[in-house]
């Protein structure tokens, strides 16, 4: 982090707000607008409110559950400082659902209804949100429909035969060569005939004549059909059958009857949904609860299983209306097959039919799904959140419509799954993007904190505000083992998702450490109005792909360069204008529009006509235009109805002709277009490097969030930095600060160089460590109101001491010079540095978790050890197999050369997991999990010193012993203080 790192003054940053036995300001959920930043400089800094911080995904065993346990449980989530929880039917690990008992307990029953109220009722008082999935799992289902009603989700299968050129074919119309799920009523839509041509074969794909298509309803009679093939090739026969596909939610059955899933993009699959709810659910207790909580309706992941095409009643109708010409005669080229298209036509058309067919899917997904459930839920006084991917759909647009858009650290393998998000969200006008973070398979318990702030640590650069945890699991279920039940584990007799988080973890002790440090996080990245330097158009808006945009992905980020993905949809939203030649300029405040070729059809050069009018409507009022690649043959991304491709090009040949638009014709010339448009980046690095950024202004004031990491489980590539970075400030007044993400503290920092209107700063942090940097007034704190600065120097560090001295740190003797703002240089003669101590030996008194009497009790033995080296608990025989909480013990000795301008850094080292440090009685703050120094100034004395230094483990290496049928494979973990530990002694000289 900045050089002051990890020294910072006293004054707390952000505090716990979820205080044991306090009630504060009932949440409203994630999307809440948090506290105003930009005024909390003068009085020191609000208390967090219950909408930045984190929540958990809270995992029932349907209905059987006890209101004074959900009572519980709120308590110890609300006293752990998450702002809410997720309530989710999900049971995975019970193998036999009949224990359930979904006839009387199930999803949706009186007794889960009982238990959602008690949830709300509890929540309510303690200032907390709670949300609720809108079925049973996932996805979205209800108990009143059966696979043959208008209102299930429904497939459409193919019959296919092969016809001899001059044949006659008679016999039944051809079956489903899909299987259907279960017995359902199959109905036949449409029969014809293509003839091949193997022209348009491709390696995997039979080409068909698209023109020969022969209409052949009026041939069928009672399931029969005679029909003779021309004598100009061989042909196919078709017939098309819509039926259900008997998808149910997952892991049930949660109701009886059984529940199947509804159709997302049909008018009844959205209003059976709602009617169970008006009807079975909302009792008028529970509406007058989720009005005063303002939670959210949660849709999971959109897993629509089938093994033909998905589809709704009357898609032919929207099609030929949406897109001008008829669906079923250009159907057999977009045909699946257990997920693979199996005939074409030429490569243009089968991409342009197919790109129609999605497009609708993906509007009558929007249209008639997401608005109306978003709508029916601001009716009752709550949000709409939901996961809008998983379907060929536009995740993009669809986030523009939700009121908090989520991503998941388990899918998304590139920070553009979240930028695709937070284009949506941002052009929106919204303010939360959430993920569901936290599952690794595998994982459960055996998943450290450090492992998931890890994986996170990038995404909160790329529009990520708001973290949802993988999860917090319902107490005790029948027949489950120690530590109680967990919803995703054992998982098929094997180890399961992680993780069940709560008191259950020893790492709970810890907890407020934890949330707060990502309720920091959360209040940083919320605040104001996100800024994003470019705007990437997406001509297909998927998501959760790993499919990157070429060279800011690549290349761009690494110099500070920022982007967000957008699609056309946007561009109808009323941000969508210029101003000052910014895009949406009270939100993202793009400054530039890049435009590359289609990257999931084959990066064709394809864009809408309406888009390419409004590209050249924003060039000409100001806005900078990119297109990468070639261009001078680009159609729309469709098959065109009458001359459209040809007013398109009249479009793009005006636009490419506009001072304010370039054509390059390589992602490796887009640097220099930029750069001759006179496009910078708000934040950038004179060489590549790992450090990913998000910028946020509120009220004037700039908000850095910093990361050196990226999503993904592994660094792999990411190193250690230490360079200057350079900000763009919004007043030449503002001066920067430093925000400790994990003690609170702040500190303005007191070396830097300004140019006008940026700012440069020295950033140093470890892969995967995070700070943030505020641009503010001088006085915003008061004690460091002082105009001067230090430019340079050449001591380890410089600082402010009170609010007009600056004091310079040093680690060894000798002579430093450091340059100040007013154009001095000082020289300062440092004569001595106490040597640095590594504690000889250490006491470890652990207390060792073991399962009680019953699945939810655990009991704890003491275990200690004497340590003359710092060693992995799984090579000590004490406590190789001990699970629990580990308390170190040393002294070391300070001299009595020792003097008050003196000070040290303690560093840990390896450390297992969470860990909390007292020095001589006194609780330092917590340390930074990735890079955990801590500066202990202030708590050091003259003779013995006492460190005791907290750590905690997972529960794995105890589940090994106690559950080997689920978890006896796993190895042991290396548990534990492992070090070096050391403490570094600095000395202080004032300027």
């Known amino acids: 982090m900045p050089e002051n790192s990890p020294v910072f003054s006293r004054r707390r940053f952000l505090q716990t707000a979820a205080v044991a036995g ?4 009932v949440a409203g959920g994630p999307g809440s607008t948090p506290a105003a930043l930009a005024d909390a400089g003068s009085t020191g800094f609000p208390e967090l409110p219950a909408s930045v911080r984190p929540w958990f995904r809270w995992w029932w065993p349907d209905g059987l559950v006890d209101p004074a346990e959900i009572a519980r449980e709120i308590d110890q989530i609300a006293d752990a400082g998450f702002g809410g929880a997720e309530i989710a039917a999900v049971h995975h690990s019970i193998k036999d659902k009949s224990v359930l008992d979904p006839a009387g307990h199930g999803w949706g029953s009186a007794p889960w209804i009982a238990g959602v109220e008690a949830a709300l009722e509890r929540a309510n008082r303690r200032g907390i949100g709670i949300d609720l999935t809108l079925g049973p799992a996932w996805p979205s289902a209800t108990p009143t ?16 035969v092969k016809v001899a050129a001059g044949t006659e ?9 899909v299987a259907a799920h279960g017995d359902v009523e199959e109905k036949l839509r449409y029969v014809h005939a293509m003839r091949v041509n193997a022209a348009n074969d491709t390696r995997k794909e039979v080409g068909l004549e698209p023109t020969s298509h022969i209409d052949l309803n009026d041939a069928v009679a009672d ?18 059958w819509e039926r259900g596909s008997g998808q149910k939610p997952e892991s049930g059955p949660h109701t009886t009857p059984e529940s199947y899933v509804v159709d997302h993009f049909s008018a009844e699959g959205t209003r059976a949904v709602i009617d169970f709810w008006e009807e079975s659910v909302l009792t008028r207790e529970l509406r007058r609860l989720l009005k005063r ?3 959210a309706l949660f849709e999971d992941s959109f897993e629509l299983e089938t093994d033909a ?3 709704t009643p009357k898609i032919d109708e929207e099609f030929e209306k949406r897109r001008g010409y008829a669906l079923w005669p250009v159907l057999p080229a977009i045909l699946l097959n257990n997920e693979n298209t199996v005939f074409a036509f030429d490569a243009v058309l089968s991409r342009e039919v197919r790109h129609d067919y999605w497009e609708t899917v993906a509007n009558l997904f929007d249209e008639r799904h997401f608005r109306p459930l978003r709508d029916w839920a601001h009716r009752l006084g709550m949000k709409l959140r939901a996961q809008p991917y998983g379907l060929n759909t536009d995740a993009i647009a669809s986030s523009a419509i939700l ?16 930028r695709a998000l937070a284009g949506g969200r941002d052009m929106g006008g919204h303010l939360v993007m959430s993920s569901e973070t936290g599952a690794y398979q595998g994982g459960a318990y055996a998943t450290t904190w450090k492992k998931i702030i890890r994986t996170m640590s990038g995404a909160y650069a790329a529009g990520l505000n708001q973290t949802v945890f993988h999860g917090f699991s319902y107490a005790t279920a029948p027949g489950v083992q120690w530590p109680g039940f967990a919803a995703f584990t054992p998982y098929d007799g094997k180890v399961g998702f992680s993780e069940s988080w709560g008191p259950r973890q020893p790492s709970w002790i810890h907890i407020n450490d934890i949330s707060d440090y990502f309720a920091r996080i959360h209040a940083v990245t919320q605040a104001g109005s996100m800024r994003a330097d470019i705007a990437v158009f997406r001509q297909t808006g998927y998501s959760k792909t790993g499919i990157g945009v070429g060279w800011l992905t690549s290349s761009g980020v690494p110099l500070g360069w920022t982007h967000q993905l957008i699609s056309a949809p946007l561009l109808d939203l009323p941000s969508a204008r210029v101003r000052g030649g910014r895009l949406a300029p009270d939100g993202p405040a793009y400054k530039a529009i890049v435009i590359e070729g289609d990257r999931f059809y084959g990066r064709a050069a394809t864009i809408p006509l ?55 014709a390589a992602e490796a010339e887009l640097p220099a277009a930029l750069s001759d448009l006179g496009v910078t980046p708000d934040a950038r690095y004179a060489a590549t490097s790992t450090l990913l950024n998000a910028h946020r202004v509120d009220k004037g004031m700039d908000l850095y969030y910093l990361s050196n990491g990226k999503h993904a489980e592994s660094s792999k590539g990411v190193v250690a930095i230490d360079h200057e970075v350079t900000f763009t400030r919004s007043g030449r007044d503002r001066v920067p600060y430093l925000l400790n993400l994990w003690s609170g503290e702040i500190e303005r920092i007191a070396r830097y160089t300004e140019n006008g209107d940026e700012v440069t700063v020295r950033v140093a942090l470890q892969v995967n460590q995070t700070c943030a940097v505020i641009l503010a007034r001088k006085a915003w704190l008061r004690e460091a109101s002082t105009g001067l600065h230090a430019v340079s120097t050449t001591a380890d560090s410089v600082h402010y001491r009170g609010s007009r001295r600056l004091q310079i740190r040093a680690k060894a003797p000798g002579t430093y010079t450091t340059a100040l703002s007013d154009g001095r240089t000082v020289t300062t003669e440092v004569e001595a540095v106490p040597a640095a101590i590594t504690p000889a030996a250490w006491t470890v008194a652990a207390d060792s978790w073991l399962p009680g009497a019953t699945p939810v009790e655990t009991v704890k033995e003491k275990v200690t050890a004497e340590l003359t080296t710092l060693a992995p608990w799984s090579t000590i025989p004490a406590l190789q197999d001990v699970s629990g909480v580990g308390r170190y013990t040393t002294t070391f000795a300070l001299d009595a050369s020792w003097t008050d301008d003196n000070g040290a850094y303690l560093e840990l080292g390896e450390v297992f997991d969470t860990v909390r440090v007292t020095l001589n009685g006194k609780a330092l703050p917590p340390a930074d999990l990735i890079n955990p120094v801590l500066d202990l100034d202030g708590y050091l004395k003259k003779g013995v010193n006492t460190l005791v230094v907290e750590v905690t483990t997972t529960l794995n290496n105890r589940l090994r012993l106690s559950d080997p049928g689920v978890y006896g494979t796993n190895p042991r973990q290396a548990y534990g203080l492992t070090g070096p530990v050391r403490i570094t002694p600095y000395t202080k000289k004032n300027l």
């Open 22 to 25: 306090t009630a504060v300001a």
């Open 145 to 160: 429909i059966t696979p043959d009603s208008t209102a299930a989700c429904k497939e459409l299968a193919y019959g296919a």
């Open 169 to 177: 074919y008679t016999g039944p119309v051809p079956p489903p060569l």
């Open 223 to 240: 399931g029969q059909i005679t029909w003779t093939a021309p004598a100009d090739g061989d042909w196919y026969l078709f017939a098309y």
């Open 293 to 295: 909580n303002g939670g």
């Open 309 to 311: 095409l998905q589809w």
């Open 403 to 418: 009121d908090v858009t989520e991503g998941e650290s388990l899918g998304f393998k590139n920070l553009d799954d979240y």
């Open 610 to 664: 309406d888009v390419a009018r409004k590209f050249l409507s924003y060039a000409k009022a100001g806005l900078p235009i990119i297109f990468v690649g070639e261009w001078s043959a680009a159609t729309i991304p469709g098959k065109a109805v009458g001359n459209e491709n040809e007013r398109l090009k009249a479009v793009l040949t005006e636009l490419f002709a506009h001072p304010k638009a370039r054509v390059v």
